[in-house]
C-alpha cells in the first residue's frame, strides 16, 4: 500500500521546481513512508492527519516524522538535527530555484537550534512545526513542508 507523505521537508514547490526532482522526491518519502509505517506501527488515520498538513494526535504517528527525517538523514539516530544533511538535500532544487532554495537555508537556520528532547519524535514534530511556521512568515507555501 502507498502512501505519498509529504512530511516536513522541502522540495515540493510544484511550481518552480524540476518534475524529475519533485518525482525523485515523492518516490523516496513513499519508501521511506511505508518502512516507517511498519517500524512506527502508525495507522492510516495518521497517515491522514500528515497528509491533511495536521500534527498527529499520537504518538506513533508523531514517530511516522522522526522515522522519514532519520530515512532522509535530517535527523541523527540521537535525535539532534542534521542541518547539513536537510541543505544537502534541499540543494537538489538550487538550480532549479534559487531564490526558493535562499528561503529554505533561512528557515533551516531557524530552525536548526529547535530544543532536542529525549522523545526523538516530539523533536521531530517540533522541527517540522518550525519549518512550516518560517515557511509562512517568509512567502513559501506550507505544504510544501509537509504537516
Known sequence: MKFVVII??????????DPK???EFVEQVTKFGEKCMGETKATTD???QLIAHQAPS??????????????????NEDGTIN??????????IKESDPEVYEKMETIS????????????CITALNLASCYIKEAKAIGLSAEMFGM
Open 8 to 17: 516536513a521537508l522541502f522540495f515540493v514547490y510544484a511550481n518552480a521546481i
Open 21 to 23: 526532482i519533485v518525482q
Open 46 to 48: 495518521d497517515i491522514a
Open 58 to 75: 499520537t504518538h506513533e504517528g508523531k514517530c511516522m516524522i522522526s522515522c522519514v527525517y532519520k530515512a532522509f538523514g535530517i535527523q
Open 83 to 92: 542541518q547539513e544533511e536537510g541543505l544537502k538535500l534541499a540543494s537538489k
Open 109 to 120: 537556520n531557524k530552525c536548526q537550534d529547535i530544543p532536542v528532547d529525549e522523545d526523538h
